[in-house]
């Protein structure tokens, strides 16, 4: 089955650094790539996603890069606020299992203003 | 439109009884699935329903768990009797067609079992 791995498992920047999360998944046949973002005490809520036809995706401050080759993909925060603080988790659609998403193990960002 | 909502939000329990989570996912929404965060770990698939069909069931851990969502509406997932290794954090989600597999999910609250 699918597996993502997700590093860092923390990242601590300063406000305004930019901050990169890295993910792998061994599925070559996924072909949909959400990011959540858990602030504390809420829920998951999507932020961005890519799909496998695309390279690179933006959203103001939040982009997502997808290497289909290496299997791997990027979220990439530019301009970091304090509100960006959260856990952050990718996920990868296992195409040929049906609809689960298959999470990394998360990514706890804090911005230290 | 309203959320996925989940009930209740916390629960705590001793080993050996019975809890049973609610989820209401968003109006119209075929897809319901039920996910699980144990100790600060990856979240990880329970179960998938197409209106009130399972779908796929592999990431049930064992038959003390049942998932049911009678006339393809909320859904409710039973643990009997609940074992220390079932605390965590459930989470349920939902998404729109039964045919397009990206469509996005949205996320409930969760809720947070502990097991005494």
């Known amino acids: 089955g699918e597996n993502v791995e997700q590093h860092p498992s923390t990242l601590s920047v300063q406000e305004g650094d930019s901050a990169v999360i890295k993910c792998t998944y061994s599925d070559s046949a996924s072909n949909y790539f959400p990011w959540y973002k858990q602030e504390l005490g809420k829920r998951p809520q999507l932020i961005i996603d890519i799909r496998s036809n695309v390279g690179e995706k933006k959203d103001q401050r939040i982009a997502v890069t997808l290497n289909k080759t290496a299997k791997h993909f990027s979220l990439h925060i530019t301009e970091t606020q304090p509100e960006d603080s959260a856990v952050y988790f990718c996920a990868a659609i296992q195409y040929n299992a049906g609809n689960m998403l298959t999470f990394g193990g998360g990514t706890r960002l804090m911005v230290k203003p | 439109e309203a959320g996925v909502t989940q009930f209740p939000s916390h629960s705590v329990i001793e080993k050996g009884q019975t809890v049973t989570l609610r989820c209401d996912p968003i109006?119209?929404?075929?897809?319901l699935y039920w996910y699980r965060r144990v100790m600060g770990k990856e979240i990880k698939f329970l179960l998938h329903f197409v209106k009130e069909s399972k779908q796929d069931e592999s990431g049930m851990p064992n038959n003390r768990f049942l998932a049911e969502r009678t006339g393809g509406t909320y859904s409710t997932l039973k643990v009997q009797p609940a074992e220390l290794e079932d605390s965590g954090v459930y989470f349920c989600a939902s998404s729109r067609s039964s045919r397009a597999s990206t469509d996005t999910q949205y996320f409930g609250p969760g809720t947070r079992l502990t097991v005494l």
């Open positions: 109006s119209g929404h075929d897809n």
